[in-house]
């Protein structure tokens, strides 16, 4: 069983460089999330999407760009990368909802912006 | 903005000893996961409260959710280095989304 697969898993970037991180699921689910997790504050939610075609903001989205075209893909994109975007990303996806239902991750994305 | 609070942040104890990690917040959570994570890897659910009073056990492992749905606390009893890792609480909120505690760093030497 897959899963959710994320890649790359390791990037390094230049600052004002692009790029798109990319998910991908294969439960059927139809919530999908992008997280950043820094030293000392856990994961922070910077869009999440209720199903395809659908995209919302988080609690951190300055910076990033999301997409959900097909229901089992969830990109996120740093349209000019900045040091303040060095982290490791995670992608996560739910049936219909956190109530009650456990997230499922990815193993992460760990980028670094020079 | 609803945060989480979670404490402590890094806990190093010897093997065979007990701990709690504390979740705390100002908001009501429909619902209240723990998560347990490796080095390099993603989140792992342990356990979903879901009703005010509720205590569920995993094992070694006793979860609480508060009554009035704002706070939760994870207790470890008799703990092994296999219980070493980043401890996560997160609450879940009408809009479907979950609310992240900071993380508590547990490391158990044997």
């Known amino acids: 069983n897959a899963g959710v697969t994320q890649t790359p898993k390791f990037r390094v970037l230049k600052t004002g460089q692009s790029m798109t991180l990319q998910c991908a699921q294969d439960m059927n689910h139809e919530y999908m999330y992008w997280y950043r997790q820094d030293p000392g504050m856990g994961l922070r939610l910077i869009h999440y999407?209720?199903?395809?075609?659908?995209?919302a903001k988080g609690e951190v989205p300055d910076g990033y760009n999301v997409s959900r075209l097909k229901k089992q893909n969830f990109l996120l994109g740093l349209e000019s990368a900045a040091p303040s975007q060095t982290s490791v990303y995670f992608c996560?996806?739910?049936?219909?909802?956190?109530?009650?239902?456990?997230?499922?991750f990815g193993d992460g994305t760990r980028l670094s912006i020079l | 903005t609803q945060l989480l609070e979670q404490s402590p942040q890094f806990l190093s104890i010897q093997e065979g000893e007990n701990l709690t990690v504390y979740c705390n917040s100002s908001s009501v959570f429909s619902s209240l996961q723990w998560y347990r994570q490796e080095p390099g890897e993603g989140p792992v659910l342990l356990v979903t409260v879901v009703t005010g009073g509720e205590v569920k056990k995993l094992k070694r492992l006793t979860f609480q959710f508060g009554d009035a749905r704002k706070d939760s606390s994870l207790h470890i009893t008799a703990a092994q280095p296999g219980d070493t890792g980043l401890y996560l609480c997160a609450g879940a909120v009408p809009t479907g989304k979950l609310i992240f505690g900071q993380g508590t760093t547990l490391q158990v030497k044997p």
């Open positions: 999407s209720v199903g395809e075609g659908t995209t």
């Open positions: 996560a996806s739910n049936p219909n909802g956190p109530r009650g239902q456990p997230q499922h």
